[in-house]
């Protein structure tokens, strides 16, 4: 079972937007560089969320790991994620997708912003 | 010189997005109970910049650090955000803001996220 991970982001016109996401990218790709990391955006930037999925499954990939790159908890991580990951298993029978909570409901994340916050700059 | 925390977001119709938010201020609080910080939203959720900041000058304090709680480095953090900035100034002399890089371009952030993405679940 070969797994993949995708950053699953809003996407923004503004081309530079993503670069935080893909520095992600890369830094995982850096720790592990078997492993196969997709960026996909809800929207304005490409790869869309299927179109990553199909990628990695046409490379083989039978499981995905989906990391919501939400700082706020809405209806993108809520409802419009949950609807393209059902999608998205329904397309490839046999793929397993598991989603992650959204980057601001981890724990670490959290105390992270909160100690540098008050850091001395 | 009494100093202040701005943790600055987007802002969204929906009530439980700030939650995360909310969740970093606390844990700051809970850090150092003395510190005052406070959350503002570009827009859809209060307060707005202006007024968390007119709101920390009448308690007395005259210097903000200003964390923009943006992922993808995009045109609120690169534009709205200097002009609240810049107004807020000019409304308050003698009261010093100075804004830190948005979350999406801290190295500690970035280096998290790769952790979290490849951990076992």
Known sequence: MTLAIVLFGHGSR???WRRPMDEVARRIRAQDPALAVECA????????????????????????RVLPMFLGVGRHAREDLPHLVRAAEARHPGVVLDVTPSIGELDEVLDLLATLATRQP
Chains 1, 2 share one sequence.
């Open 41 to 64: 955006f809800l929207e304005l930037q490409a790869p869309d969320f299927p179109a990553a999925v199909d990628a990695l499954v046409t490379r083989g990939v039978s499981r995905i």
């Open 14 to 16: 503004d081309p530079a």
